[in-house]
Nanobody
Framework: QVQLVESGGGLVQPGGSLRLSCAASGSIVSIRAMGWYRQAPGKQRELVAAITSGGSTNYADSVKGRFTISRVNAKNTVYLQMNSLKPEDTAVYYC?????????????WGQGTQVTVSS
């Protein structure tokens, strides 16, 4: 069994910063891409940022230059540093990871962490 546990969400004022963390645990052989998605009320879940095991990254246009994704492979952990936050960044943020175990390869999701940007 594999679990993804997120932390770091909360309430922040516009222009502020937050750092999200997501740690994967369980019977993990390796992890391919890891990423962050978000879902605002009434909207579809969207990709925010992703990073491969080799460190290649891609970002949604709306967060380029403000958000930075990183990972520590030895800890099976991915981070999302969010700067210059805007009210439109308010959403539930979900961690995703492509995980290889001894018996399968599949995507796993975290439980989500709320990020609210408001004055």
């Amino acid at each position: 069994q594999v679990q993804l546990v997120e932390s770091g969400g909360g309430l922040v004022q516009p222009g502020g910063s937050l750092r999200l963390s997501c740690a994967a645990s369980g019977s993990i052989v390796s992890i391919r891409a890891m990423g962050w998605y978000r879902q605002a009320p009434g909207k579809q879940r969207e990709l925010v940022a992703a990073i491969t095991s080799g460190g290649s990254t891609n970002y949604a246009d709306s967060v380029k230059g403000r958000f930075t994704i990183s990972r520590v492979n030895a800890k099976n952990t991915v981070y999302l540093q969010m700067n210059s936050l805007k009210p439109e960044d308010t959403a539930v943020y979900y961690c995703n990871a492509g995980v290889f175990t001894d018996w399968e390869a599949r995507n796993y999701w975290g439980q989500g962490t709320q990020v609210t940007v408001s004055s």
